[in-house]
C-alpha cells in the first residue's frame, strides 16, 4: 500500500512539486527514479542535512561545531 501511495504521487507530481516528510524506516525497499529528490534529515552537522532550515541547529547540543 505504501508503495502505491508513493507511485501515485510520483505520478501526480510531473506537473507539479509535492514535499513529503516521511521517517526512512520503511522507505528503502521504495524505488525512487531520477525525478524523486530524496533529502535525509540526520541531525548531524556533519552527515547529511542537519534540519529543515539551513544553518538552523538546536542549541541544547553541546557538541562544538568544527
Same mark, same amino acid.
Given at each position: 500500500?505504501?508503495?502505491?501511495?508513493?507511485?501515485? /504521487? &510520483?505520478?501526480?507530481? &510531473?506537473?507539479?512539486?509535492?514535499?513529503?516528510?516521511? +521517517?526512512?524506516?520503511? *522507505?528503502?525497499?521504495?524505488?525512487?527514479?531520477?525525478?524523486? +529528490? /530524496? *533529502?535525509?534529515?540526520? &541531525? +548531524?552537522?556533519?552527515?547529511?542535512?542537519?534540519? #529543515? /532550515? +539551513?544553518?538552523? #541547529?538546536?542549541?541544547?547540543?553541546?557538541?562544538?561545531?568544527?
Amino acid at each position: 500500500m505504501r508503495a502505491g501511495l508513493f507511485d501515485a /504521487l &510520483k505520478e501526480q507530481a &510531473k506537473d507539479q512539486q509535492i514535499i513529503i516528510l516521511e +521517517n526512512t524506516d520503511h *522507505i528503502d525497499e521504495l524505488d525512487f527514479d531520477s525525478n524523486v +529528490n /530524496l *533529502i535525509r534529515f540526520t &541531525k +548531524n552537522r556533519h552527515q547529511g542535512r542537519y534540519g #529543515y /532550515l +539551513n544553518d538552523v #541547529y538546536d542549541i541544547t547540543e553541546t557538541t562544538p561545531l568544527r
